[in-house]
């Protein structure tokens, strides 16, 4: 088809009026937004010569796949695409430095138990080795970042999240805790080993990965959450660089600066790790983002 026909007074009007365009009530931007993404679906619609069986088999997807949006958002690549814009506007603002943000997933659930350094995190029993974990956040300049809260979540030996895992095993905050810091920056935690993340089989994710000729798999890894008054919050996870998954994760979390290789002993591993944190310019930098997140 000629892509003319998109620019047809008869699709353009469509696309202003979906949009509300020509309506004074609403929400301006959001009607700026919603119509160039209908044209950017509209576009790709006669691109592909998109039949209508193609078209509500895409739809059936979507409200299928509705309670796994959380994995597909990271699984193509749009969540690691949102850290690259945010590293870019970064760039042009002259923000650099500090250990690089990556995606939070969606397996966070806020209210964990607030402990104390060096605690164990995991609570239920696991049939696995042990993960000790150390190191120090420092600021801009070096110095210790003092009275920080460091969120730690990760899954269990079977690659499952506590409140989110689906043999329904695990006490709700089983590998999940927020540990206090002190003056001298420095953190500890030990706990079982994490294994490795992957796609529930045969759900919406794994389908369309299938389709893709991809896999849904993650290497193992540990997700952080730091705040510190005075310092921009910190989403960032680290991912066992000598899992086989390293360097193909399908949710595009592992990046370069994250990959430290763990010091093993048997099942056992221990890792250091130093977070470096940037000065917060505002209020806005110093707390969590508004995405909606689970609570227990
Ligand atoms: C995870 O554990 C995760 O961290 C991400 C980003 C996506 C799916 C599962
Ligand atoms: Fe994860």
């Known amino acids: ?9 008869e699709v ?21 937004i919603t119509r160039d993404l209908l044209e950017a679906l509209f576009a790709t619609i006669v691109k592909h010569d998109i039949t209508e069986s193609e078209f509500w088999q895409a739809v059936t997807f979507f409200q299928q796949g509705v309670g796994e949006f959380g994995l597909i958002v990271p699984g193509t690549g749009i969540e690691h695409f949102m850290d690259l814009v945010m590293d870019e506007r970064d760039r042009e ?15 966070y659930v806020a209210g964990a138990p607030l402990v104390e ?3 164990n995190l995991t609570t239920d029993p696991d049939d696995t080795g042990n993960l000790s974990m150390s190191g120090q956040i420092t600021g801009p300049d070096g110095e210790p970042v003092k009275d920080a809260i460091l969120h730690v979540w990760h899954a269990n030996s079977k690659g499952f999240y506590s409140h989110f895992d ?9 590998n999940r805790r927020r ?16 294994n490795g993340y992957s796609v529930p089989p045969q759900g919406a994710t794994d389908v369309l990965m299938q389709a893709l000729g991809r896999h849904g798999n993650r290497p193992a890894h540990v997700h952080f959450f730091i705040e510190a008054p005075g310092y921009r919050t910190l989403t960032t996870q680290i991912n066992f660089g000598d899992d086989p998954f390293a360097r193909d994760d399908f949710a595009f979390g592992t990046r370069d600066g994250l990959l430290p290789v763990p010091e093993r002993d048997g099942d056992d591993a221990v890792i250091e790790f130093d977070f470096s944190l940037q000065r917060a310019a505002s209020h806005e930098d110093e707390v969590f983002s508004a995405r ?5």
Do not use: C, V, W
Not at 1 to 9: A, Q
Not at 93 to 107: F, N, Q, V
């Open 166 to 174: 689906p043999t329904g095993e695990q006490t709700p905050f089983n």
């Open 117 to 119: 350094n060096g605690a």
């Open 179 to 194: 540990i206090k810091l002190g003056d001298d920056g420095r953190y500890s935690f030990h706990s079982k080993m994490p």
């Open 292 to 296: 909606a997140r689970a609570e227990a």
């Open 93 to 107: 603002a002259g923000l650099s430095g500090g250990t690089p943000r990556t995606i939070e997933g969606p397996l």
């Open 1 to 9: 088809m000629n892509s003319e026909f998109l620019n047809t007074p």
């Open 12 to 32: 353009q009007t469509l696309l202003d009026r979906s949009a509300g365009i020509d309506k004074d009530g609403g929400d301006t931007r959001l009607k700026a």
